[in-house]
């Protein structure tokens, strides 16, 4: 059996709804901040009583010449020391572009990239060492340090005492070199140049060669490349390899598709790549970075 509420209770309750509909009023009218730029999104329908009403700072905005600079300067603010200029590549293209170009290019061309693989400056010396054996003592110009090798021709448990001695060797140059370690140059930590570290690298290994009895044969070396692996729509492969070159050249490419040959589509990847490479060199980077020394562990 239903009770019929009493009188009072129901003017307690209306008093109460009318006191938090008043609040809420008032509330809502206040200061809230209003977002720091307008949404380009719309958003309509979807249930939503009110569109206009969301203060939605999760999607895209645009924002003015005042607020742009805003965000500049607290940018500027938040670094520690003089900031850089930017500009677009002086040539036209960078090879530090090539990971981006081929994401943009792959697409264009229906290929998926598969792989790529930065391969670093590599210095090589073929040599002949005190005991009459062919070996190959190189060093890996990587971005952020460098790693020697010894390889010999015909491997074996009789050349490995020689190997390690000779590696010791090598070691003990490089750690010896600023260039390759500690206290770095800029052009360093971008890529080993083969008229710079290159010709220093090669100095090194003949050096050790030379100290340790043997006799250098003969010497190269190859710059930093990427090599990227594709697949195209009929699961068939593609490659695209790309070597950096001394400016103004500043890097060259080799296109391959197909299981046999198919130098139409080889052509339209490098085509598109080299497309896509300009587009990118268009847009503004820094164009300096400082040292960066490093300890000796």
């Not at 309509?44 to 924002?63: C, F, N, Q």
Request: hydrophobic content about 40%.
């Amino acid at each position: 059996m239903l009770r019929r509420t009493p009188r009072h209770l129901l003017l307690r309750s209306a008093a109460g709804i009318l006191a938090i509909a008043i609040a809420s009023a008032i509330g809502g009218c206040g200061a809230d901040p209003q977002p720091a730029a307008a949404s380009n999104e719309d958003f309509t329908g979807s249930g939503l009583e009110s569109a206009s009403s969301i203060d939605d700072r999760w999607a895209s905005v645009v924002l003015d010449g005042a607020q742009r600079q805003e965000v500049r300067d607290a940018l500027r603010g938040a670094v520690s020391g003089k900031t850089v200029p930017l500009r677009a590549a002086p040539f036209g293209i960078r090879f530090e572009d090539v990971p981006r170009a081929i994401l943009i290019a792959a697409p264009a061309v229906e290929m998926a990239v598969m792989k790529q693989t930065l391969i670093p400056a590599v210095a090589s010396v073929t040599f002949r060492d005190a005991f009459g054996q062919e070996a190959v003592a190189s060093i890996d110009l990587g971005r952020m340090t460098a790693l020697s090798k010894v390889r010999y021709l015909v491997p074996g448990d009789d050349v490995a005492g020689s190997a390690s001695r000779m590696l010791d060797a090598i070691n003990g140059l490089l750690w010896s070199h600023d260039t390759f370690f500690a206290g770095s140059t800029t052009h360093r930590r971008t890529s080993a140049r083969a008229e710079v570290e290159g010709v220093q690298a090669l100095g090194i290994l003949k050096t050790a060669v030379e100290d340790a009895g043997g006799t250098p044969l003969s010497s190269a070396f190859e710059p930093e490349k990427y090599e990227i692996d594709l697949l195209m729509l009929d699961d068939q492969s593609a490659r695209l390899e790309v070597r950096r070159e001394p400016d103004p050249r500043v890097l060259s490419w080799t296109a391959e598709a197909g299981t046999f040959p198919l130098p139409e589509k080889a052509s339209s990847l490098g085509s598109a790549f080299e497309k896509a490479l300009r587009e990118w060199g268009r847009t503004p980077t820094p164009t300096e970075t400082g040292d960066v020394a490093t300890e000796k562990n």
